[in-house]
């Protein structure tokens, strides 16, 4: 079992920025692609920004390059989301997820996983 528990969201105009932090705990050594992805209701989620662990290349969503980074501390027990330039658009409830890899491709290390967890969840809101 993993726990992930998110901090970090809130309110911000737009251009403003967050950064999410995410706290890893438990069985985490199989987890090996760490990542967010955010969800508004009444939609499917979204995959924002990935980061697999061994070796620690990275997948953003297109609609996030250049303004979010992904990143972890060294001890591989916190993630974070750093979030600049921020769009109403980014407004949603935010999840850090741990998995394990199955598959990458050339874009996305964590293209395919299993054995994924999500914590409760962390509420960014962004005014225009």
């Known amino acids: 079992q993993v726990q992930l528990v998110e901090s970090g969201g809130g309110s911000v105009q737009a251009g403003g920025s967050l950064r999410l932090s995410c706290a890893a705990s438990?069985?985490?050594?199989?987890?090996?692609?760490m990542g967010w992805f955010r969800q508004v209701p009444g939609k499917e989620r979204e995959r924002v920004a990935y980061?697999?662990?061994?070796?620690?290349?990275?997948y953003y969503a297109d609609s996030v390059k250049g303004r979010f980074t992904i990143s972890q501390d060294n001890a591989k027990t916190t993630l974070y989301l750093q979030m600049n330039s921020l769009k109403p658009e980014d407004t949603a409830m935010y999840y850090c997820?741990?998995?394990?890899?199955?598959?990458?491709?050339?874009?996305?290390?964590?293209?395919?996983?299993?054995?994924?967890?999500w914590g409760q969840g962390t509420q960014v809101t962004v005014s225009s």
């Open positions: 997820t741990a998995s394990r890899r199955l598959a990458g491709n050339s874009g996305d290390p964590c293209w395919r996983v299993r054995d994924e967890y």
């Open positions: 438990g069985y985490t050594y199989s987890s090996n692609c």
């Open positions: 980061i697999y662990t061994t070796g620690g290349s990275t």
